[in-house]
C-alpha cells in the first residue's frame, strides 16, 4: 500500500477482554513504532522494531502488552485483560531504516475504547 | 536524546509567515533537529528535519542558529489546513537512537 494501515479503525471492547491491533507498514519499511495517545495528551512510546533485531520494548506499559512483528512486515499489538485506562488511539509508524535520518510515516490509528 | 522546549500554543492570521520556536540548548553535535505535526483526529507528519544548515522544502522552512542551541520552523503562508500540533524532535543519528520523543508540542492555531 501506499502509506501505513492499521485496523481496526475503531475498537469498543468490554473490560477484561483482550484485544489485538494490526499495523501494515510501508513495504520495504524495516522499522515499525507503536505510541498510543491518550485525549488531548501528547504522543507515548511504546515498542518499536528493526529488522531482525529485540525491539525494544522499553516503552510498554504493563506486562498486559506485547507486540510481535511477524515477518519483517506486519505487527500486531496486543492487550490482555483490558482496563478502562488503556482506552487510547494506538498509532503505528514505520521508517525505511533506522541508522540514517528518515522520516517516520504514520498510521491514521486505531481508536481503542475500554467499557 | 536532547530534551526540546516550546511554546503550548501559537495564533497566525491566515496568509501570514508562522514562526514556531523550539529550544534544544543541550543538543548534541551528532543530533538532527525533526518538526513533525499532527492534525485534529489524524497520525503524525512529518516536515522537515535539518543537521546545521537551514532547510527548506514544500512544506516549511528551518532556521537552526549557528549554536544549534535553537531553531525556526516558517511556514510561509499559514492556511486554515495548518492548524495543528507541531512537535520539534531532536534524534541522534546513531543506531540505538529508536525512538522519537514527541513532546507536547506546539498548539497553531491559524485565525481566517
Known amino acids: 500500500g501506499a502509506g501505513v494501515s492499521q485496523s481496526p479503525s475503531n475498537k469498543v471492547t468490554e473490560k477484561g477482554k483482550d484485544v489485538e491491533l494490526r499495523c501494515d507498514p510501508i513495504s520495504g519499511h524495516t522499522a515499525l513504532y507503536w505510541y498510543r495517545q491518550s485525549l488531548g495528551q501528547g504522543l507515548e512510546f511504546l515498542i518499536y522494531f528493526q529488522g531482525n533485531s529485540a525491539p525494544d520494548k522499553s516503552g510498554l506499559p504493563s506486562d498486559r502488552f506485547s507486540a510481535e512483528r511477524t515477518g519483517g512486515s506486519v505487527s500486531t499489538l496486543t492487550i490482555q485483560r483490558t482496563q478502562q485506562e488503556d482506552s487510547a488511539v494506538y498509532l503505528c509508524a514505520s521508517s525505511l531504516r533506522q541508522g540514517r535520518i528518515t522520516e517516520a510515516f504514520f498510521g491514521q490509528g486505531t481508536r481503542l475504547t475500554v467499557v | 536524546d536532547a530534551k526540546t522546549t516550546q511554546p503550548t500554543s501559537m495564533d497566525c492570521a491566515e496568509g501570514r509567515a508562522a514562526n514556531l520556536p523550539c529550544n534544544h540548548s543541550t543538543i548534541s553535535g551528532n543530533e538532527y533537529v525533526y518538526w513533525y505535526r499532527q492534525i485534529h483526529s489524524q497520525g503524525p507528519q512529518y516536515i522537515i528535519h535539518?543537521?546545521?544548515n537551514n532547510e527548506t522544502n514544500e512544506m516549511a522552512s528551518l532556521i537552526i542558529t549557528e549554536d544549534r542551541k535553537s531553531s525556526t520552523l516558517i511556514l510561509p503562508h499559514a492556511t486554515l489546513r495548518d492548524t495543528a500540533v507541531y512537535y520539534c524532535i531532536v534524534r541522534g543519528d546513531q543506531t540505538g537512537a529508536n525512538n522519537l520523543f514527541f513532546g507536547t508540542g506546539t498548539r497553531l492555531t491559524v485565525i481566517p
Open positions: 535539518g543537521l546545521k
